[in-house]
């Protein structure tokens, strides 16, 4: 039996528990960080593996999905998420920690395997480039929900432990609306076939948008990850930031299909890094309520990344299929996944740079995450370079006037 509403609330339901893992560890570095006296790359090698374990599920999942079929990857998600949440909440250690969030991010990277594809085989058309839109609307949603829980339980001094179990909400409602669930079949011709898939990935297109998927993940998700630590000395609230951040970037999703379809495809991509330049550059440079305004300026630049880069491959390059969406979002991630203990490496590496100069205390701190968020300044600007050549390769094919699915 397949209902198909009960199917994209369960995806959007699992979406949010990906999210929640994401933002809630982000607000509970510092605590993690002081409790179990963890350095700022032990903390990165940590955050890896939420990244690592998303391409690793994400690659295997695309590659089984038409012959194991998304019902049980979702099964498998679900007991990768809840061990996953268990398993930090009772580790009490820093090799724990690293194997239970290696298992959420298993858990979130079979979301996408699972998802992405179920829906773009459910709807026709115009529906779905919207409830494609609708469900990546719900990650920086989700974000926004963690954030602002994060902040009111570590303000009214929960522990740490508490907030991780607020993960456990979203994942046994999404087991609910999946159970005794059937996924729909593959709508695109030879989509379903891996060789197919092969064939239609080895294309200068496709290996184009596979480096490019590199640099918008880190850009979207390195600054994000890391806003609790960089930006606490700053004047600014952190949590609040990304609240901000995200929240700009759910409702900038939902109208998602209207900007595509002003500006198209390349050109938003364009816009978008050229957006999240400036804002990575005023996040490195501000403090106090301008940190806000850089907020504004960054959100609006990363909120198209990940739904039009997936979009792009579906609309121009379908024969790639599932397994075709499942290694562009993995290789996203992994290279998130390559970056959090460089990121955390900077960090420790700026702050001897400062505390070298005699700065001391928050001083200190500010001033080696402005610096760290300087050096990050550069994915998004080498996006501007890559996406200003996709512009004119798509206009020469006569693509710019298509819009993709977001």
Same mark, same amino acid.
């Given at each position: 039996?397949?209902?198909?509403?009960?199917?994209?609330?369960?995806?959007?339901? !699992? &979406?949010?528990?990906?999210?929640?893992?994401?933002?809630?560890?982000?607000?509970?570095?510092?605590?993690?960080?002081?409790? /179990?006296?963890?350095?700022?790359?032990?903390?990165?090698?940590?955050?890896?593996?939420? $990244?690592?374990?998303?391409?690793?599920?994400?690659?295997?999942?695309? /590659?089984?999905?038409?012959?194991?079929?998304?019902?049980?990857?979702?099964?498998?998600?679900?007991? !990768?998420?809840?061990?996953?949440?268990?398993?930090?909440?009772?580790?009490?250690?820093?090799?724990?920690?690293?194997?239970?969030? &290696?298992?959420?991010?298993?858990?979130?990277?079979?979301?996408?395997?699972?998802?992405?594809?179920?829906?773009?085989?459910?709807?026709?058309?115009? @529906? @779905?480039?919207?409830?494609?839109?609708?469900?990546? @609307?719900?990650?920086?949603?989700?974000?926004?929900?963690?954030?602002?829980?994060?902040? $009111?339980?570590?303000?009214?001094? $929960?522990?740490?432990?508490?907030?991780?179990?607020?993960? @456990?909400?979203?994942?046994?409602?999404? !087991?609910?609306?999946?159970?005794?669930?059937?996924?729909?079949?593959?709508?695109?011709?030879?989509?379903?076939?891996?060789?197919?898939? /092969?064939?239609?990935?080895?294309?200068? &297109?496709?290996?184009?948008?596979?480096?490019?998927?590199?640099?918008?993940?880190?850009?979207?998700?390195?600054?994000?990850?890391?806003?609790?630590?960089?930006?606490?000395?700053?004047?600014?609230?952190?949590?609040?930031?990304?609240?901000?951040?995200?929240?700009?970037?759910?409702?900038?999703? $939902?109208?998602?299909?209207?900007?595509?379809?002003?500006?198209?495809?390349?050109?938003?991509?364009?816009?978008?890094?050229?957006?999240?330049?400036?804002?990575?550059? /005023?996040?490195?440079?501000?403090?106090?309520?301008?940190?806000?305004?850089?907020?504004?300026?960054?959100?609006?630049?990363?909120?198209?990344?990940?739904?039009?880069?997936?979009?792009?491959? !579906?609309?121009?390059?379908?024969?790639?299929?599932?397994?075709?969406?499942?290694?562009?979002?993995?290789?996203?991630?992994?290279?998130?996944?390559?970056?959090?203990?460089?990121?955390?490496?900077?960090?420790?590496?700026?702050?001897?740079?400062?505390?070298?100069?005699?700065?001391?205390?928050?001083?200190?701190?500010? &001033?080696?995450?402005?610096?760290?968020?300087?050096?990050?300044?550069?994915?998004?600007?080498?996006?501007?370079?890559?996406?200003?050549?996709?512009?004119?390769?798509?206009?020469?094919?006569?693509?710019?006037?298509?819009?993709?699915?977001?």
């Amino acid at each position: 039996m397949t209902n198909e509403k009960r199917l994209f609330y369960g995806s959007c339901f !699992a &979406l949010i528990t990906t999210a929640l893992s994401f933002s809630i560890r982000a607000g509970i570095l510092p605590q993690l960080g002081e409790e /179990l006296n963890l350095s700022g790359e032990q903390l990165g090698f940590i955050n890896s593996m939420w $990244f690592l374990g998303f391409p690793i599920s994400m690659v295997i999942g695309g /590659l089984v999905y038409h012959t194991v079929g998304g019902k049980r990857i979702m099964q498998f998600a679900l007991l !990768a998420h809840a061990l996953g949440i268990i398993l930090t909440i009772y580790s009490g250690s820093y090799a724990g920690l690293l194997i239970s969030t &290696l298992l959420i991010g298993l858990g979130n990277g079979c979301t996408e395997a699972a998802c992405n594809p179920m829906i773009a085989d459910t709807y026709e058309g115009n @529906m @779905m480039s919207k409830m494609m839109n609708r469900f990546h @609307m719900w990650f920086p949603g989700g974000i926004v929900i963690g954030s602002l829980v994060s902040k $009111f339980m570590t303000d009214a001094n $929960f522990g740490w432990e508490s907030q991780i179990w607020v993960i @456990m909400i979203p994942t046994v409602i999404y !087991a609910y609306l999946f159970y005794g669930q059937d996924w729909p079949k593959a709508k695109v011709e030879d989509a379903s076939s891996i060789s197919s898939n /092969l064939q239609a990935m080895i294309s200068p &297109l496709f290996i184009f948008m596979f480096a490019c998927m590199a640099l918008t993940a880190i850009s979207e998700f390195g600054p994000q990850q890391w806003v609790g630590l960089i930006l606490a000395k700053s004047g600014a609230q952190p949590m609040l930031i990304l609240a901000l951040v995200t929240g700009l970037m759910a409702v900038a999703r $939902f109208f998602g299909g209207e900007m595509v379809h002003q500006f198209n495809t390349t050109g938003v991509l364009l816009g978008s890094a050229i957006l999240a330049t400036i804002g990575v550059f /005023l996040f490195s440079t501000q403090t106090g309520g301008m940190a806000y305004v850089a907020a504004i300026i960054y959100a609006l630049g990363i909120a198209y990344f990940w739904p039009n880069m997936i979009g792009f491959i !579906a609309e121009y390059i379908p024969k790639s299929g599932a397994f075709g969406m499942s290694i562009i979002g993995a290789v996203g991630m992994f290279s998130t996944s390559i970056f959090q203990p460089i990121i955390g490496g900077w960090i420790d590496s700026d702050k001897a740079k400062v505390a070298a100069t005699g700065v001391t205390g928050d001083e200190l701190e500010l &001033l080696a995450g402005q610096a760290t968020l300087g050096t990050m300044v550069m994915f998004p600007a080498v996006l501007i370079v890559l996406f200003t050549i996709l512009y004119f390769w798509m206009k020469n094919k006569g693509k710019d006037a298509e819009p993709a699915l977001v």
